[in-house]
């Protein structure tokens, strides 16, 4: 059995294998979970966590391109809003109020 280590995980009698397995289950459901949850906003997802759906879709890029897989910003983030970002937008993306603007300026995010 091949074990591999994520920092803060603990991997102890999973293998690779199946640890990435359970790991696609669980980004697949987060996906599906914030595809449900329309309404909370990406900003709030900012302030709140230091990361939103762009930035899932981001990361989804970053791994594509890692491993050669031709992957286009746009297709990365149709995966994770489950449609073309600009229909999300419109449909669901209310315009931050200013206390929302002035946490986002305020936070010290990590880079992402």
Same mark, same amino acid.
């Given at each position: ?28 459901? =987060? ?12 900003i709030d997802l ?44 419109? =449909? ?21």
């Amino acid at each position: 059995m091949t074990e591999t280590s994520t920092p803060g995980t603990s991997t102890t009698g999973i293998d690779a294998a199946t640890r990435t397995e359970l790991e696609a289950a669980v980004f697949r459901r =987060l996906v599906a979970h914030l595809q449900g949850r329309t309404d909370v906003q990406n900003i709030d997802l900012m302030n709140m966590a230091g990361f939103c759906r762009n930035c899932l879709s981001n990361w989804l890029k970053d791994a594509a391109d890692e491993k050669g897989v031709p992957l286009t910003k746009d297709a990365s983030r149709e995966a994770v809003y489950g449609m073309p970002y600009d229909a999300w937008k419109r =449909l669901h993306q209310g315009e931050a109020t200013p206390e929302q603007q002035e946490a986002f300026t305020g936070a010290a995010a990590e880079p992402h």
